[in-house]
């Protein structure tokens, strides 16, 4: 598959959705970020050709094309994991379409994990073992209080982590390198396939 002609791209080599950062009215996807979370985004700001792409082909396409089109991708990838927004984020025109997207990815059996400052998509999405949105919040206490049965975190940008909340406690933090598990208090590479596999990080299911 050309790298043209793909929208999931990998990280730590994880199957991923990218969109394009920024403010709506610039091309972006980001509602809700805020100027610290804008200048300190992984992204560094740049846009890239695929980004955009991937966001059309939400925008033009039916959902069962897309599911389609995902599954393909992935099993190109030999994978039955996808990351949702490694960068980039769910526009409110958009909600509804990547919710019953995320249902039916679900229900064929792939693994999920994304981030998100759409409320309104992490309020919709369900907390389950194999599928977790992680809401980003701007302290954490907000963080400590939003967490009841579903995942929060509060990117820590003085340390470059992420401090992911899960049942009003804190579970990990990660940085995108290496992830340390608070519940078993061990570090590790971050590679959500295998938080999954242990029910750690932001797949804790509060054990």
């Known amino acids: 598959m050309e790298i043209e002609d793909r929208i999931l791209f990998l990280e730590n080599g994880s199957p991923c959705i990218f969109f394009p950062v920024g403010k709506l009215a ?3 996807t980001c509602n809700f970020m805020t100027d610290e979370c ?3 985004c992984p992204s560094c ?3 890239h050709e695929h ?3 991937a966001l059309k082909y939400f925008k ?6 897309i599911v389609e089109r995902i599954m393909k991708e992935l099993s190109y990838f030999e994978s039955t994991f996808l990351g949702w927004f490694s960068w980039g984020d769910c526009p409110p025109s958009l909600t509804e379409k990547i919710v019953e997207i995320v249902r039916r990815l679900n229900e064929s059996g792939i693994i999920q994990n994304g981030f998100t400052r759409n409320k309104t998509l992490w309020e919709k999405i369900p907390c389950k073992n194999n599928l977790r949105f992680s809401l980003s919040v701007d302290t954490e206490k907000d963080a400590n209080v939003s967490s009841n049965s579903k995942t929060v ?5 003085s340390r470059a982590e992420a401090r992911v909340f899960f049942d009003g406690k804190m579970r990990a933090r990660c940085s995108g ?4 598990h608070l519940d078993t208090n061990r570090t590790v590479e971050a590679d959500c396939e295998q938080c999954y596999a242990g029910f750690n990080g932001c797949f804790s299911n509060g054990g």
């Open 38 to 40: 804008y200048e300190n």
């Open 153 to 157: 975190c509060f990117p820590d940008i």
């Open 26 to 28: 610039d091309g972006g």
């Open 60 to 65: 033009d396409n039916p959902i069962g094309e």
């Open 177 to 180: 390198y290496f992830c340390i």
């Open 45 to 47: 700001g740049v846009v």
């Open 51 to 53: 980004e955009i792409k």
